[in-house]
């Protein structure tokens, strides 16, 4: 069974989607201070986690990586193509940083061949499929699809190479392929039971249809094809006007087919990616709405998302990094058009107090609670991989050199 499809089965409410992380007992405190490597840069620090990642979670003699380290019970054999793709756009961030060792090439390049595997064209549209095609037909989610597209994208953008742009463009096909009218429009999650109301896995969710607009505004800004932006436009209208909390101005998760319900769950990517589009959708059309959109959910988010620490400030919340690393997307694409680093700089703040206080000594794995209250899943592939798209992304924005 897929992973997604395990996270359904064993959490309603608000584990539904991303499923919650597994408390422990044994609560660790916060260890002494890294002094060790305090001063690496942001640039070297994404780095040196990236590195981290492929001394532990390399499988010798593939492309492949592990889904957890150490292992955890069920694991697949290969890496779940979220977790994978998530690495392919760390390695497309450390290119884009500078980097041209041997070592550094030989991640790049391993990557983005094992990202191939994950391509199913045995299934019309084509698509990328959640595990391996090797390991046989798995199932296809359209939010795997947009996050996969906007990686090969900003591949593409480091790189320059035309098959990465090709990708994208045929993820996009597969997501727009998710898109009806039911529920008054919007994108399906899973492909396999969007044809059957009774599954509880038959869903239209909030982070698929906005994640496919950011897919759809980014391919627009390459080619200027009229079909992208006004997907996009559709897409983003559905997000604002179906899953808007009007209470406080950030977003619900999904809406279950089977009866119109909404799951209320909130969750800091769907904020990120609505950001980004309404800052993306105002680069484009100079129209005032979209900014104000973006401002406004901008503050929500960090209003509602953000807790004080005893003695340690303001921080995010303590778990799915990488969810928040798509928050910080949002914030980037924002600060591009309103110059306001507030939000950006609290969570500068809190990956630098994770580096020096929430990892393991001997592996350098983060905590998932950056905060260093708690370990959650940091045996995650996911959890580590959003530490260096965030440390790279912070090294871009200040301009390291």
Not at 81 to 99: D, E, H, M, N, R
Not at 307 to 335: I, S
Request: proline share 3%.
């Amino acid at each position: 069974m897929d992973m997604k499809l395990i996270i359904f089965a064993i959490a309603t409410g608000a584990c539904l989607l991303a499923g919650c992380y597994k408390e422990r007992e044994d609560v660790p405190v916060i260890t002494a201070p890294d002094t060790t490597t305090v001063s690496l840069t942001y640039k070297e620090r994404a780095r040196t986690v990236l590195d981290d990642i492929y001394r532990s979670y390399a499988i010798a003699g593939t492309d492949y990586l592990k889904e957890n380290f150490p292992a955890q019970p069920g694991d697949p054999k290969y890496a779940y193509l979220w977790p994978y793709s998530a690495v392919f756009t760390a390695a497309t961030l450390v290119k884009q940083l500078g980097y041209t060792d041997a070592v550094y090439q030989e991640h790049f390049d391993k990557t983005a061949n094992g990202m191939n595997g994950y391509w199913d064209a045995s299934r019309t549209p084509g698509g990328y499929q959640s595990a391996p095609v090797s390991e046989g037909s798995s199932d296809r989610f359209y939010d795997d699809n947009a996050i996969t597209g906007i990686d090969m994208l900003e591949a593409y953008r480091v790189t320059g190479t035309a098959a990465f742009l090709e990708h994208a463009k045929a993820a996009y096909r597969f997501c727009a392929s998710g898109e009806t009218n039911e529920a008054g429009g919007g994108l399906y999650w899973n492909e396999a039971v969007r044809f059957n109301k009774d599954d509880p896995n038959c869903i239209k969710a909030t982070n698929v249809t906005a994640l496919a607009a950011t897919l759809a505004l980014q391919l627009y800004q390459e080619e200027q094809d009229a079909e992208y932006l006004a997907a996009a436009k559709r897409w983003y209208d559905w997000v604002k006007h179906h899953m808007l909390d009007p209470a406080d101005n950030t977003f619900w998760n999904a809406v279950w087919l089977k009866d119109l319900s909404i799951d209320k769950t909130k969750w800091t990517y769907n904020s990120g990616a609505m950001i980004q589009n309404a800052a993306l959708l105002y680069k484009i059309t100079q129209e005032q709405d979209y900014l104000v959109d973006a401002k406004a959910w901008a503050a929500a988010s960090y209003d509602h998302f953000t807790r004080t620490v005893a003695g340690q400030g303001k921080f995010f919340t303590p778990n799915d990094p990488w969810f928040t690393a798509v928050l910080l997307r949002g914030y980037l694409e924002l600060y591009g058009v309103d110059k306001k680093a507030d939000y950006i700089n609290t969570l500068v703040a809190n990956v630098d107090y994770a580096w020096k206080y929430a990892r393991l000594p001997d592996t350098g794995q983060f905590y998932e609670d950056w905060s260093g209250a708690d370990l959650g899943r940091y045996y995650s592939l996911l959890t580590q991989t959003a530490l260096v798209e965030i440390y790279a992304r912070i090294s871009l924005w200040k301009q390291e050199k």
